[in-house]
């Protein structure tokens, strides 16, 4: 992957996150402001039950679909609810998939991805690091619901707009700029991963795991725990 690849996602994650804040502070309750923040989310599971042929996803993004044009249309509803509770679901989804393959006995999420980019078990360094990465990530998932509350309920609307839209992202990408960075000063010896090959393991693992991607957790850690020989 040339370097454009990862500089379009991103200007193109930064565009996405603009609007969204513009239109949450602006007009929160447009019919293309519910559009935007709902539309990815919701064609992501689509294409994800399509993608599985997972009959109940497919159903329950219908579901979603049609409860919010309903209440859309009823109005006397507080969208912004809705807004901060679509956050807080994704971040719960997110934190369940990686803190579920934390229990005993279960390959954490982390692990599970580097063994398959470098198609073999790793080493006793790199699975104690990786395992310490999940839970860091687990970790920022859990602050980012409970931030996420906190503003809700005690800062203005605007506050948490721009904390949902933009902050939000924005702290997921500063976190993997620094656990790259760490990882590359701490442990040069492990083999560097490109986006595309990262990309492809979250991939292989989700359809051995059997889930979409916004249900990994319910699945990620019976990817058959040590089952590494199905890593292939």
């Not at 996602?9 to 923040?37: C, D, E």
């Not at 409970?146 to 702290?171: C, D, E, R």
């Amino acid at each position: 992957m040339s370097a454009w690849g990862p500089l379009a996602a991103g200007a193109g994650l930064a565009a996405y996150s603009l609007l969204s804040w513009a239109l949450m502070a602006v007009a929160p309750y447009a019919a293309w402001t519910v559009i935007a923040l709902f539309g990815p989310l919701l064609a992501t599971l689509a294409v994800s039950g399509m993608r599985q042929r997972h009959a109940p996803t497919l159903t329950a993004c219908a579901a979603l679909a049609l409860l919010l044009v309903w209440l859309w249309h009823r109005g006397g509803v507080d969208l912004n609810r809705l807004y901060v509770l679509q956050h807080a679901a994704l971040h719960v989804l997110l934190l369940w998939a990686f803190a579920f393959t934390l229990r005993p006995g279960a390959t954490p999420l982390v692990t599970a991805l580097a063994a398959r980019i470098q198609r073999s078990p790793p080493d006793a360094a790199l699975a104690a690091y990786t395992r310490k990465v999940t839970v860091v990530w687990s970790i920022f998932f859990a602050v980012m619901i409970v931030v996420s509350m906190l503003l809700y309920a005690w800062g203005p609307w605007a506050w948490w707009s721009f904390f949902g839209a933009v902050l939000t992202p924005l702290a997921a990408v500063v976190a993997f700029a620094i656990e790259f960075a760490w990882r590359r000063w701490r442990h040069p010896e492990f083999e560097r991963a490109s986006l595309r090959q990262v990309m492809q393991a979250w991939r292989e693992h989700e359809a051995n795991a059997g889930a979409v991607p916004t249900a990994a957790g319910a699945q990620a850690g019976s990817a058959q725990d040590t089952h590494w020989p199905s890593v292939r």
